[in-house]
């Protein structure tokens, strides 16, 4: 199957097979006026399949919420049909209204508009606490 | 403009600023009238959401015995809580009537949410079963008082130490000092949570976890008895399976050491018998005094006020 290269825009490759629609959704792909690609099942010599997403055009990207998605996702950056910059996504340190506590005991379950917030704490467990009641969060 | 320093959780205060509380808070019992209308015209606003008979009482006589005024409501029934208003709301308006609050809430991270509201000082005077600062600082004072240090100790920490603040909170504290030891005695169904785990293996911390009181006690220079406190427990079961699982009674003491201080954040249910308060080792009471007194060195510490 052909899918057109980008030419001012954006490659994220190497998205663990399945997760492109989530990652779709996340980022609000939905909502931008550009040609973007969804490319699911793709052969990767590295991960067996792999998905991948095109955008023609330079958006700005969470780069928080990527990685904590999917922090093997290799984001291209693409100028004038030529990789400009290849970024490598870490796990962030901070999550800000990305997961929300399961904690009941704690004051975001009750108290509207908190933003809820949690700090990497372990990050080969890809542990988080929640900065409120230090409730654990582990990222899948 | 000197940055509002708050007290949500022990840590946020230095070793050495602890001990400079401690030395105010003898300070003030041994020169008093020096602090009599040091806070004149300065009023704390003493809102818990929660109710709570030492922690409160000890917040407003602190400000009243350094010349202060104290407002505030004493459950969430009578604010504008019970009207649905939020937290964040209800500290931003007592922030523009009051110098300090005190603030104690069912709900763990409450006063983050209230700091983040205002620019007076919060103090946390407990959040749900997560932290209780002020009880720490009374416990590390009476410690001090008794044993004449805070480092080289065996502190053992027995009843509920899942749900009890006061434990959770005194053991971060105390991984801050020297070859500090700690024995944790409870069921297994109480035992402390994974995260006071995680810090106290960081800290290299010695601990054991056990089950019974009776073996642990020789090796003791502080016991630590907690009540299993029925509001924490989602069923009614478990907890009257499991309140009456440490007594501390003159008979488990036999094999106690005879400079062992005991202590007790209070109030105590049944498990430690009335028989034990005659006893010398036993310190609870007067780990009550000490809460005043820290308390007095912590509102003039956040208020910026010093002793002529």
Redesign the interface.
């Known amino acids: 199957m052909n899918i057109d290269g980008v030419n001012n825009g954006i490659v994220l490759d190497h998205i663990k097979a399945g997760k492109a629609i989530q990652i779709y959704e996340l980022l609000g792909l939905d909502k931008i006026d550009s040609c973007v690609a969804v490319i699911q099942n793709a052969t990767s010599t590295k991960y067996g399949k792999k998905d991948i997403i095109k955008i023609d055009e330079k958006i700005e990207l969470d780069l928080d919420v990527l990685g904590y998605v999917d922090n093997n996702i290799t984001v291209n950056i693409v100028k004038d049909g030529e990789l400009h910059k290849k970024v490598h996504l870490e796990l962030p340190e901070t999550l800000t209204n990305v997961v929300k506590c399961k904690n009941p005991r704690c004051i975001t379950s009750v108290e509207q508009e908190i933003v809820h917030t949690f700090k990497l704490v372990d990050k080969e467990r890809k542990a988080y606490r929640c900065i409120y009641c230090d409730a654990e969060h582990i990222a899948k | 403009m000197n940055e509002i320093r708050n007290l949500i959780n022990i840590t946020d205060f230095t070793v050495e600023e602890i001990d400079e509380l401690i030395r105010v808070a003898d300070d003030i019992v041994e020169n008093h009238s020096a602090y009599e209308d040091i806070c004149a015209h300065k009023k704390l606003g003493t809102l818990f959401f929660e109710p709570s008979t030492r922690t409160r009482l000890s917040f407003e006589a602190a400000m009243l015995e350094l010349g202060g005024s104290v407002l505030g409501f004493s459950e969430a029934g009578s604010s504008s809580a019970a009207k649905g208003e ?3 709301d209800t500290i931003r308006t007592v922030g523009c009537y009051v110098d300090i609050i005190a603030m104690r ?6 006063p ?2 209230g700091a983040q509201r205002t620019t007076v000082p919060i103090i946390n005077a407990g ?4 932290f209780h600062p002020t009880q720490t600082l009374t416990d590390l004072l009476t410690i001090k008082r008794k044993k004449g240090r805070l480092d080289n100790m065996t502190v053992g920490l027995c009843g509920d130490l899942k749900f009890g603040r006061t434990v959770h909170s005194l053991i971060e504290a105390m991984l801050r000092y020297e070859n500090i030891k700690f024995v944790l005695i409870s069921p297994q169904e109480l035992q402390v949570p ?2 006071v785990k ?1 810090k106290m293996d960081a800290a290299g911390a010695e601990w054991v976890e056990v089950e019974s009181l009776d073996e642990a006690m020789p090796e003791l220079d502080i016991l630590y008895m907690t009540r299993v406190q029925r509001e924490r427990f989602f069923n009614e079961e478990d907890y009257i399976r499991l309140k009456d699982s440490y007594i501390l009674n003159l008979e488990k003491l036999e094999n106690a050491k005879k400079d062992l201080t005991i202590m007790h954040p209070l109030p105590r249910v049944n498990e430690i018998s009335v028989e034990v308060d005659d006893d010398p080792r036993a310190c609870y009471f007067f780990q009550a005094l000490c809460g005043k007194h820290i308390r007095m060195a912590l509102i003039l510490f956040l208020l910026g006020i010093k002793r002529a």
């Open positions: 939020s937290v964040s809430h069912p709900k763990e991270g409450a983050i949410v959040d749900g079963g997560h994974e995260y995680e």
